[in-house]
Every structure is written in structure tokens, then in C-alpha cells.
């Protein structure tokens, strides 16, 4: 079925899944060709004269999940506050870091959203092998009260405390970004500081 680009209402865009089946996948043409696939319709959407929830700049559009370490960089006017952050392949910068902390850090892979709670030696020696293959991406934890923050449209729905600036500033930085549509994780210290860990943009 040919539809045109006039017939259609409204478009919630989410791409995720593959291109061609998994055994093509694991080839370099495999990925190349997902990739370029994905590039194409993320240029249809951007050609869409109808309302599109989330139609974000080339920027974002391999990126579904930002950490603290990347939205500085995205979004270099963002108005919460982000935890310290290091990447390294050198683990006693690793360790030099925790110290920094006073014995507590986060361990985040770069490519996946799970998180590992550091706060002990032999925790941080697990790091070690890990530092002569990967980067040791870590990050400072802070201590406060988790919030989050559903950008749905021009509304902001808290999943915890509210506060007028904290509302402000992700419906500035979602605008930003052109989303309609995405989770902030949050941190509200007891000094009433507000601390960005991540940005999901496919909640």
C-alpha cells in the first residue's frame, strides 16, 4: 500500500529493530545498510508535513539514551547541574576518581544503560581488567531524592517532587533537542540543587 506524505494525521516516531535478519546483521554490510535504513526514514519523518512526536536533529538520531557525560556536549546551555564524570583507560585514573568521590562512583558501560554501584575496594577492583579493553566511563553518585520527569508535549509530569525551575528546564532543553516526548532522570539534593543523570529520548 503507496500512502502520500499529505494522508497521513500524525506520526509518534520510535525506531528501533533491524533492517535485515540478524545473521546479515552481524556483517559489516549488515550494519552499514541498518544504519543507512535508518537514516532514511528518520529523513522522512524530517519531510513530514504532519504533527511528529520527537523529530529530532542528526545529532540524536543514533542516540536513544544520553548520560551525563554527553549532554554537556548536546546541550551545552543546560540549566541542571552534572555529576562529575570520567572516562578512562587507565584504571588508577579510575582510582584517583573514587578517591575524588570519597569512596562512592557509578560504573556505566558506554554502550549500555546499566549501572554499577562502586563503593568498595573490592568493587573497584573488578574494574581493573575491564580498563586494558574497555573505557572506564564512572561518575560521582549524589546523594538527594530521585525525580523523574516525563516531557509529554508542553506539559511536564513529575514521577516525584516538582519545583517551577526543575519544570523550566527540561521543557527548555526537550525543545532544544525536538522532543515532544522523553523521561529526565533527576536528583534533588537537600541544598534544593537539581542534578541531571540521563535523558531518555524513547521512554
Known sequence: QTVGFDEIDGVLARFSGLATSP???????????????????????????????????????????????ELLSIIPDLKFRLPRTLVATVFEDA????????G??????L????????????????????SSVLPLHVSEVISGDPVDAYVV???????????A???????????????SFCLWSLTRTAEDEWYCLSLDCTP
Open 23 to 69: 545473521e546479515d546483521f552481524a556483517t559489516k554490510d549488515g550494519q552499514y545498510l541498518n544504519s543507512e535504513w535508518h537514516a532514511l526514514m528518520r529523513g522522512y519523518i524530517e519531510s513530514l508535513p504532519c504533527p511528529v512526536i520527537n523529530r529530532p536533529g542528526p545529532e540524536l538520531w543514533y542516540k536513544s539514551f544520553l548520560r551525563e557525560s
Open 95 to 102: 582510582r584517583a576518581f573514587f578517591d575524588q568521590c570519597g
Open 104 to 109: 562512592r562512583m557509578c560504573y556505566s558501560p
Open 111 to 130: 554502550t549500555t544503560r546499566s549501572n554499577y554501584f562502586i563503593s568498595t575496594e573490592k568493587d573497584l577492583r573488578k574494574l581493573e581488567p575491564l
Open 153 to 163: 508535549g508542553k506539559r511536564i509530569v513529575f514521577d516525584g517532587a516538582s519545583h
Open 165 to 179: 525551575s526543575a519544570e523550566a528546564s527540561c521543557a527548555e532543553a526537550a525543545a532544544s533537542l525536538r522532543l
